[in-house]
């Protein structure tokens, strides 16, 4: 049995020192004979303090001390345990088994009272101790769990591979499945960096298995025989005795391999120019990707979504991409359910329940689905206590709900949001929020009392260390300088995020000296110039980004056509589009990564 850490609480160092004078008080109780294996605790510090009192035997003395200091860090007594180890180091006898458990406990006091860095910094068994297996996956499950809170994920699953081969076969299984998933967020470079590690057979087979599974998956004849290969070059490797659930379905998933694909748009009418980007990226990804005998026609629905179906039926078409807007999508899903149609449809907008269809996926460039990457983003650069400033109108509460909802499903945290509205108003929120008017209200107070010539500075809140900023361009201008000067001379830096929203495209430079210092996300395609960026501005020239995220959904969304199939299957495959990594989830519905910039001197620079 593994033995789990649990929450501390600080005590006074005294009662150590108490409770033995208590004890050496007493008369002495006859001998209960008490397990000191040390691999599990099972009575209380007082219990085992007192077994150290009685017993004569060096060894028997410091395992019952040890299993004191444990049963005090289980109460949340660190202060008691730290003493403990501190007074017997000097006189500890020299074996393993000791060595290793009093410098797991040391451990685990350091993580609790500085952090998983620090507790990192310490933690190693040298090479040369001798100790028994459930010594040694006790040691690779808590290191496994250090390298988790600090955010390195490579040296985490090391350690998990390490760890099974010291568990049964039942438990070593849930570590396997555990691997796997923790693998699936890596990206296929981070894995080639790695995967070539012949100090650990396992931990090298796991990155060659998810590198093949990632590299591979839009093509199943390839994926089959890389598959073959890696599994007759690691026999005995787990992955290889058993494939992960998910990687067996997406060796038996079909791709898609559509003759015909309808592309269902509104073509006419004052919504034909926004479907006009969506179109052209269409037609520029068919293009590029030199589709010979495929046939790509455009249905448009203004005419009618049950017109526009039937006549793709009539036409044989064998996949289908659209509707756009969400009305039409709601009618398309009922329309394919009253008429039971099974043809493979990309929806280019996503309802409030998707469907269980295996065929039917749903790609939008979701707002709420940005504001949720942007939690992930945050969680993964360290971020502990976030603020959020959102524009107070539909657009923003729901931004804000869904980062709060990604937050709490990554840290059980809550989220603190103040919603701001336009003009002078939102000065007042933002020194409410941050503190400043009640700082000022006090200096207000002390002016009254010592004089009006008493100088002070104003103090805003310490206990926050980022900021995520919902807005359109227009009120960012406004809320970025806002929070400048109302951050005092003594609060340590704070980090600013935002969308896509506040990308600024108004003025002809784009130079916003406004910025400087925010952090921006956006599609990938937008963070830097290239020939085809340039040759969207030649072609159309009066597109704005909002335009241009158009055209590269389009481009992206036949694009994935022939993944799709394999994406949902293996919910670890990734397709570095134009418009973010991208990923399907069980429910069909396609999760966008993006990238992300800074604002220096004035302009936007890829991170």
């Known amino acids: 049995m593994l033995k ?98 009093h410098l797991y406990l040391s451990t685990r006091i350091i993580d609790k009272t500085e952090s998983p860095a620090a507790a990192l910094q310490q933690f190693n068994y040298p090479s040369q101790w001798r100790l028994p297996k459930w010594q040694m996956a006790t040691y690779h499950q808590y290191k496994a769990k250090l390298y988790q809170q600090n955010q390195q994920p490579i040296d985490q699953v090391r350690q998990l591979s390490l760890l099974s081969q010291y568990l049964p076969k039942s438990e070593a299984v849930l570590v396997n499945d555990d691997i796997w998933h923790r693998l699936q967020p890596l990206h296929e470079e981070t894995l080639k960096a790695f995967m070539n590690d012949t100090s650990n057979p396992i931990f090298s087979g796991w990155l060659q298995l998810t590198y093949i599974a990632k590299h591979y998956a839009v093509a199943p004849s390839q994926l089959v025989k890389y598959l073959g290969e890696w599994q007759q070059q690691n026999p005995s490797h787990p992955g290889a005795i058993k494939l992960p659930t998910d990687l067996e379905n997406a060796l038996s998933a079909r791709p898609f391999n559509p003759q015909h694909v309808a592309v269902m748009l509104p073509l006419s009418g004052k919504r034909a120019r926004v479907a006009e980007p969506i179109r052209q990226g269409i037609l520029a990804s068919y293009l590029a990707e030199h589709n010979q005998g495929v046939e790509v026609r455009f249905y448009d629905t203004e005419n009618g979504i049950a017109n526009a179906y039937q006549q793709a039926q009539e036409n044989g078409s064998d996949f289908i991409i659209g509707p756009l807007f969400n009305q039409d999508v709601e009618q398309a899903l009922n329309i394919t359910q009253e008429l039971e149609i099974t043809t493979p449809q990309l929806f280019l907008n996503q309802p409030d329940e998707a469907s269980q269809n295996p065929n039917q996926f749903f790609y939008s460039l979701s707002p709420t689905q940005e504001a949720s990457d942007a939690a992930l983003k945050m969680v993964n650069d360290g971020i502990k206590k976030p603020l959020i400033f959102a524009s107070n109108d539909s657009i923003g509460k729901r931004m804000a709900d869904s980062f709060i909802q990604e937050w709490q499903e990554q840290t059980e945290e809550q989220v603190e949001v103040h919603y701001f509205d336009s003009g002078d108003k939102m000065k007042v929120t933002v020194q409410a929020a941050l503190g400043v008017k009640d700082s000022q209200d006090r200096i207000s107070r002390m002016k009254q009392i010592l004089g009006s010539k008493l100088e002070a500075d104003f103090r805003s809140r310490q206990d926050i260390d980022a900021i995520y900023m919902i807005s359109g361009a227009k009120d960012l201008i406004l809320l970025k300088p806002f929070l400048d000067v109302n951050f005092s001379v003594f609060s340590r830096p704070i980090a600013l995020y935002t969308s896509s929203r506040g990308r600024v495209t108004t003025r002809g430079s784009q130079n916003v000296p406004e910025l400087n210092g925010t952090l921006l996300s956006d599609i990938p395609w937008l963070m830097q110039s290239s020939n085809e960026t340039r040759m969207v501005s030649e072609l159309w020239g009066s597109w704005n980004n909002s335009k241009k995220r158009l055209y590269v959904m389009g481009y992206d969304a036949f694009e994935l056509i022939n993944r799709l199939a394999q994406m949902r299957a293996f919910p670890g495959y990734q397709h570095n589009g134009r418009s973010g990594i991208l990923t399907v989830t069980p429910e069909g519905v396609l999760e966008r990564q993006l990238s992300w910039g800074k604002y220096r001197n004035g302009q936007l620079k890829p991170l």
């Open 4 to 101: 789990r850490p649990t929450t501390a609480k600080i005590v006074c160092v005294a009662l150590l020192s108490v409770f033995l004078a208590a004890c050496a008080s007493k008369t002495q109780q006859p001998t209960v004979k008490i397990d000191t294996s040390l691999v599990s605790v099972e009575h209380s510090a007082n219990v085992y303090l007192n077994q150290a009192k009685l017993t004569q035997v060096a060894e028997e003395r410091d395992r019952y001390l040890l299993l004191a200091a444990h049963a005090y860090i289980n109460d949340g007594n660190v202060a008691a345990a730290k003493s403990i180890l501190a007074s017997m180091r000097a006189t500890m006898v020299k074996v393993d088994t000791i060595n290793a458990e």
